[in-house]
T-cell receptor, first 113, second 111 residues
Framework: DSGVTQTPKHLITATGQRVTLRCSPR?????VYWYQQSLDQGLQFLIQ???????AKGNILERFSAQQFPDLHSELNLSSLELGDSALYFC????????????FGEGSRLTVL | SQQGEEDPQALSIQEGENATMNCSYK?????LQWYRQNSGRGLVHLIL?????REKHSGRLRVTLDTSKKSSSLLITASRAADTASYFC???????????FGTGTRLTVIP
């Protein structure tokens, strides 16, 4: 158990809908990262927050947004969903903002029908 | 792209044999990490090697790093069926705040 909690584990929704994925980092970790894993594209970095502030942005679509709250949990909002958004979404956390070891949650599997 | 690329994409070996996976990357890095992912599960950190290190060991794992060739290798010795998983390299770029992952090597160890 990495100590990172993600909910929901599975989510099935329709095109055009909006969903929110939630992540609770390990106790004491200030940095939260979001990654998308599709079958044919490996692990794509989406966005990183550190102590409530956005620190790095990757290949995140404009339809997606994220935030980190004062209690350090984070949410990833996906809107106007398309079939291609179906993927595993991982949250990871680390103590600092430097590129040390990341601790991953078990992921949220999103299926868009 | 800043992502690493693993080679081979898939590897199948008999239990007891050694497994070697390679990773190539494009940018300067401050560290390189290897992660393991069991099917559909979260990634688990295996080992981190810094840019000023050339080799590192952890149990049955041996990692090498050649910064002049921008490449790394992961060797798993005396493989076990439980080693069956996907293995990813991830690079920590100098000055960046996040890790970039490769596409992974799917290892199958046949009992």
């Amino acid at each position: 158990d990495s100590g990172v909690t993600q909910t929901p584990k599975h989510l099935i929704t329709a095109t055009g809908q909006r969903v929110t994925l939630r992540c609770s980092p390990r106790s004491g970790d200030l940095s939260v990262y979001w990654y998308q894993q599709s079958l044919d594209q490996g692990l794509q970095f989406l966005i990183q927050y550190y102590n409530g502030e956005e620190r790095a942005k990757g290949n995140i679509l404009e339809r997606f947004s994220a935030q980190q709250f004062p209690d350090l949990h984070s949410e990833l909002n996906l809107s106007s969903l398309e079939l291609g958004d179906s993927a595993l979404y991982f949250c990871a956390s680390s103590v600092e903002t430097f590129t040390g070891e990341l601790f991953f949650g078990e992921g949220s599997r999103l299926t868009v029908l | 792209s800043q992502q690493g690329e693993e080679d081979p994409q898939a590897l199948s070996i008999q239990e007891g044999e050694n497994a070697t996976m390679n990773c190539s990357y494009k940018t300067s890095i401050n560290n390189l990490q290897w992660y393991r992912q069991n099917s559909g599960r979260g990634l688990v950190h295996l080992i981190l090697i810094r840019s000023n290190e050339r080799e590192k060991h952890s149990g049955r794992l041996r990692v090498t790093l050649d910064t002049s060739k921008k490449s790394s290798s992961l060797l798993i010795t005396a493989s076990r069926a439980a080693d069956t998983a996907s293995y990813f390299c991830a690079t920590g770029k100098t000055g960046a705040n996040n890790l970039f992952f490769g596409t992974g090597t799917r290892l199958t160890v046949i009992p």
